[in-house]
């Protein structure tokens, strides 16, 4: 069977969508000039950071209208105004309004002001946000010094101490009730965050203490495929996904065996669907092992030499279905669909585009939430946008140790000449420029974390700032070029990107190091490093800050 390029044939459900329009007060030319558009961004519960974001154009009279589809009844939604205000709103199907005023940007108590869906929500979200900041300041033991002390406690304490917390953030609530009315969209809002920062801190508890988290915890799994979408709940999301995986691997430490083996009648079924061209006489046998659900050795061996048609393929499923088998002993069936949807979305960077058409449709199959589907297609839809200009890519043979531009703004360097030529060539591109060096790997996933930063950092920065990316190699991994490629070209990571192999970065040793990644250096427009140590991409104010100061010369 021949993997399929490109969008799996899947035809994508269209999620309910808030339409979001208002307008900025008082906006001037200059203000306009210096930030022409409002971001909005939203949540998915799969995988935090991912580019969820729409760009409302400002008109000359500050009006904007943006859509944004949205996978969960309710989802918190931010704004962000040329990274001079921000604000947390709570969205639903339907039309929002919202309007702020460019005079009282930076000293009004409340700048922005609601209409339509869950208004009365918003405008006094700023008033719990203000009461609870007072209390969690003044209640330090259970306020803003909590975390500090509550890893090292023992997990009935864990679990008291949390529910004193809950108790403290939920005071904010009934303080403001005393002075107002509180809706009931930001009763439930602000009680699902709790809970939600509650269970994701039981969740991580367990897993600093390598213990099984609290069955209050646990019990509330179901929960995350439904009701409100919040950071807490994305972040209790991870958490939970962290002790899944956890507990794979203490199953398979303890029975090795077991874990690299499935039933017969799943690999049966597999084959069946998965191995091309098979006669009556093979359909039938593999039909009555699926029946039966056990083999012969004859059988055991039949089923490996048709596996071995196919070994690809069914190395990629057999993969999964062995990871959702171990899931499904532990966990109910929605939360195995997390589990599942989770695996695929962890695993994009390191699969080909046929590769992830393939597995999309396997395992989007399965998935009987349709919120986990939902979410599932967004993210894919995400990773094939650009498929076109991918498999372009990967097709060229003209990339060499002189960077070529192959999409606006992201150049790409990979040759077969020694190390120092090839470092030579990129460096002289940056002539009298300062420049932020980025040293990653692909597979490391630190490494991967900071470079999806790295776009944010750009925009902070002057134009005459060059970001420079270089791969180095993993001695464990087999890296993959073609990977490298996907995963710029998929992210946007604008800038000049290298990459080595492992005999060219023991030609640089003097001039790379660190050989280390991820590690972030600065270069002077001289060519010389100011710092082989700098703030990575994630500290984005700090970084930018070490940049520009190498930059005017202090």
């Known amino acids: 069977m021949m993997l399929t390029v490109g969008v799996s044939s899947i035809s994508f459900a269209q999620p309910d969508s808030v339409v979001i329009t208002g307008r900025v007060l008082n906006l001037t030319a200059a203000l306009y000039r210096q930030a022409p558009a409002i971001t909005f961004t939203r949540n998915n519960i799969l995988q935090p950071q991912s580019e969820l974001a729409r760009q409302a154009p400002l008109q000359a009279d500050g009006t904007f209208q943006v859509t944004m589809p949205l996978i969960y009844p309710q989802e918190e939604v931010y704004l962000d105004y040329g990274g001079k205000v921000y604000t947390t709103f709570l969205a639903a199907p339907g039309r929002l309004q919202l309007s702020f005023d460019a005079d009282s940007m930076f000293k ?7 209409s339509g869906v869950n208004a009365e929500a918003n405008n006094k979200y700023m008033q719990y946000v203000m009461e609870e900041d007072r209390i969690m300041k003044a209640n330090k033991r259970y306020g803003e010094n909590f975390f500090e002390t509550f890893w090292n406690l023992e997990a009935s304490e864990a679990l008291r101490a949390l529910d004193q917390r809950a108790q403290l953030r939920l005071s904010a609530l009934k303080n403001i009730s005393q002075k107002t009315t509180v809706p009931p969209q930001l009763q439930e809002w602000i009680e699902t965050t709790i809970r939600d920062e509650k269970r994701s801190a ?23 495929t439904q009701g409100i979408l919040t950071f807490q709940r994305v972040q209790w999301m991870i958490r939970v996904g962290d002790y899944a995986d956890r507990l794979v691997e203490q199953k398979e430490y303890q029975y090795p065996t077991k874990s690299k083996s499935l039933k017969v009648e799943t690999m049966a079924e597999l084959i069946k669907r998965y191995v091309p061209l098979l006669s009556t006489g093979e359909i039938e046998r593999l039909n009555t092992m699926i029946q039966e659900g056990s083999a012969t050795t004859a059988g055991l061996d039949f089923l490996n030499t048709l596996y071995a048609r196919n070994r690809r393929i069914l190395d990629l499923v057999t993969q999964f279905e062995k990871q959702s088998s171990a899931y499904a ?19 994009f960077y390191r699969l080909s585009l046929p590769e992830q058409s393939l597995l999309y449709s396997h395992i989007r199959s399965k998935i009987e939430k349709s919120v986990v589907r939902y979410s599932l297609d967004e993210l894919y839809q995400l990773e094939v946008k650009d498929s076109t200009y991918i498999r372009l ?32 060539q990129v460096e002289a591109l940056f002539k009298g420029k300062t420049v932020y060096v980025i040293k990653w790997n692909l597979f490391d996933d630190e490494s991967r974390n900071e470079v999806l930063y790295a776009p944010a950092l750009r925009a902070q920065l002057p134009t005459d700032v060059e970001l420079l990316y270089i791969h180095l190699p993993d001695t464990e991994v087999n890296d993959n070029s073609a990977l490298w490629k996907k995963f710029i070209v998929r992210h946007k990571l604008k800038g000049v990107h290298l990459y080595l192999t492992d005999d060219q970065v023991v030609q640089l040793l003097f001039r790379l190091n660190p050989l280390a990644y991820p590690s972030f250096g600065i270069m002077k427009p001289n060519g010389k490093y100011a710092s082989r140590n700098a703030p990575p991409p994630s500290q984005g104010q700090n970084a930018a800050q070490a940049i520009l100061k190498v930059r005017e010369g202090r």
Do not use: C, M
């Not at 009004?108 to 609601?114: S, W």
């Not at 002993?329 to 695993?347: H, P």
């Not at 790409?412 to 000449?417: F, G, I, R, V």
């Open 393 to 424: 890519i990967e097709k060229r043979t003209d990339l060499n140790a002189n960077p070529t531009e192959v999409l606006s703004g992201i150049w790409l360097a990979e040759s077969a000449s020694s190390g120092k030529s090839a470092l030579d």
């Open 202 to 224: 039981l969740f991580e508890h367990a897993l600093v203490n390598v213990a099984t988290p609290q069955l209050y915890a646990l019990g509330g799994l179901p929960e995350l």
């Open 329 to 347: 002993d532990k966990f109910s069936t929605s939360t195995n669909d997390l589990l599942a949807a989770r695996w695929l979305v962890q695993r």
């Open 108 to 114: 009004a108590k409340r700048l922005f002001y609601f």
